[in-house]
């Protein structure tokens, strides 16, 4: 049994990590609160739905950075309809998978390290005017990634 834990431990420990800073604009992860488009926080309304992610706040042409160690799997686009902030990249590594949306990725795979560069914020405020910019960041399997932030 102890052999068992000894094994399982890294992996328990990386599952628990907290994330690296998001927005190089921002002092730490914050998320948006609310505003004339809605709220940023999990499980929020959105219209009749709800928010399966969260919405980090970060300026527009901000730096936006790894959350973890590990690999752009591809791009992700949120919308599917070429408007301007509809791009983003799927990561994944040291436990997790997420998207990230609203960035523009400066490269779309490869190996990733936490805190490195993998984008900056394209321009939320010229779709969403009034809305606080940010990167929505969902785990893949929609839980809450809010405890990693």
């Not at 509809?86 to 997420?98: E, I, K, P, R, Y």
């Not at 394209?122 to 893949?140: A, E, K």
Request: hydrophobic share 35%; aromatic share 8%; glycine share 12%.
């Amino acid at each position: 049994l102890l052999l068992i834990f000894a094994l399982l431990l890294p992996f328990l420990l990386a599952a628990a990590a907290q994330w690296a800073n998001i927005c190089s604009s921002e002092p730490a992860n914050k998320i948006r609160g609310c505003d004339t488009k809605g709220c940023g926080g999990y499980n929020q309304p959105r219209g009749g739905k709800r928010h399966r992610g969260v919405d980090v706040v970060c300026g527009d042409g901000s730096a936006v950075r790894a959350p973890f160690t590990g690999r752009i799997d591809r791009r992700a686009r949120p919308y599917g309809n070429g408007n301007a902030i509809d791009d983003g990249l799927q990561l994944s590594g040291s436990g997790f998978c997420v998207k990230m949306f609203y960035i523009k990725p400066a490269k779309s795979s490869g190996p990733i390290r936490k805190g490195e560069k993998i984008g900056v914020l394209l321009p939320m405020q010229s779709v969403y005017r009034g809305i606080t910019s940010h990167v929505h960041v969902q785990n893949c399997d929609f839980t809450d990634p809010t405890p990693h932030l």
